[in-house]
């Protein structure tokens, strides 16, 4: 009797499993239909309205750019191929205003008739150097015109920031390329948010890279069995990781508002961000190369007149004190190379009355993006012989 009570039991455990995991798929599937659909919908309709007093209002190419973006912004470790050294790195893309190429970089617009024996000038960063804009108008490409109209024409500028990276992803990536032999005239870093928000949303230290977790879950060994391919089902699924993202939000929100170790772990950021300098610094000597760290410019640490967009831009209590706080710690521990190695661009719009800032990540305008490359090219053409001004 006590048999065949077991033996029922686990035939409607199964039947339960079985049914249960029948109707995720069945859900799993209408979402991604629907999905589809909408996707399909936006590609031949107008794109989602701006809010009031964006900076992109009424620009026809912004439309478009939307749409690419919004369809590439699947999760960066779907979209990205694995790196064993940096987490991810991306895959060939092509729309309008994005393009990736063969070799995962965005694409950077040369212009001029490339020149033979020509030296390299890296461009390393996250999101904003990678460029939230079109390709032409992404700081690598508003660097290299820029040199153009100075006359120079004998330095190909790469573009190889990627999203979300952090400065020891983007060290690494330098670290890779000076392996393969591929030495830069220059290798200038654009950082600052990204080395704060990924230690404090990952809680503690070191807070290595963007969604670590999901990385290493893969390589958790002591997971085995049907379970694994249950739990490895649901990261797959978009509908798991679309109301994953909707808790994480809210989550880490909650984190930068009341996490109580704000000191230390801004400490660690700024120490960590000074000790990714001083290894480059000394690759710099060993190769050859002027390498260039700058701090970027935010809406949190910024004195701009505000316009009407960047007052609406809202931030949890404590978000930005938190990187006020962390910015002023590593600018402390970088002093003794301001001016040299370092350049924080804290005030670099201070004098801007009109709309600079898209958000408050650090994203900033194609305007904006002008006046940090026309800055670049300012600071390093003393040191590399290239004109101060434009050539008439």
């Not at 992109?56 to 939307?66: C, E, M, P, Q, V």
């Not at 060993?286 to 910024?302: C, H, I, N």
Request: hydrophobic share 45%; proline share 6%.
């Amino acid at each position: 009797m006590l048999g065949a009570r077991v033996v029922t039991g686990l035939r409607d455990a199964w039947l339960i499993l079985g049914l249960s995991l029948a109707l995720f798929l069945a859900l799993e599937g209408l979402y991604r239909g629907e999905r589809a659909i909408r996707t399909t919908l936006r590609g031949s309709s107008a794109a989602a309205p701006l809010p009031p007093g964006h900076p992109y209002t009424g620009l026809a190419w912004y439309s478009d750019f939307a749409r690419s973006y919004e369809a590439s912004r699947v999760p960066i470790w779907t979209r990205g191929r694995y790196d064993p050294y940096r987490g991810w790195w991306a895959r060939p893309y092509a729309s309008k205003y994005i393009n990736i190429d063969s070799a995962g970089r965005r694409v950077t617009v040369q212009v001029g008739t490339p020149v033979a024996g020509r030296l390299r000038l890296f461009l390393l960063g996250g999101s904003t150097m990678w460029g939230i804009a079109r390709d032409s108008s992404t700081i690598p490409s508003l660097v290299a015109a820029e040199l153009q109209a100075r006359g120079v024409r004998n330095v190909e500028v790469v573009n190889l920031a990627q999203m979300a990276y952090v400065s020891t992803q983007e060290t690494i990536t330098l670290l890779l390329e000076l392996r393969r032999g591929n030495i830069p005239a220059a290798a200038v870093f654009l950082d600052g948010y990204n080395d704060i928000a990924t230690v404090f949303r990952a809680g503690e230290p070191p807070g290595s890279i963007m969604n670590e977790a999901l990385f290493a879950q893969p390589f958790d060994f002591a997971r085995s069995g049907v379970w694994t391919g249950l739990l490895m089902l649901g990261e797959r699924s978009l509908l798991v990781t679309r109301l994953a993202t909707l808790v994480r939000s809210r989550s880490n929100l909650d984190r930068w508002r009341m996490h109580p170790a704000q000191d230390s772990l801004c400490r660690n950021v700024a120490e960590q961000y000074a000790h990714v300098v001083r290894s480059v610094d000394a690759w710099g000597r060993a190769f050859g190369f002027r390498p260039l760290f700058l701090w970027q410019p935010m809406l949190a640490t910024t004195h701009k007149p505000l316009t009407v967009w960047e007052r609406s831009i809202a931030a949890p209590s404590g978000y930005r004190e938190t990187l006020r706080r962390c910015t002023g710690l590593a600018d402390s521990l970088m002093a003794d190379r301001v001016g040299q190695t370092y350049f924080p661009l804290h005030s670099l719009f201070d004098d801007h009355p009109e709309s600079v800032y898209l958000d408050d990540w650090g994203h900033v305008t194609e305007a904006g993006n002008r006046v940090i490359a026309l800055r670049i090219v300012d600071i390093l053409a003393p040191v590399l012989g290239w004109p101060r001004r434009r050539v008439h």
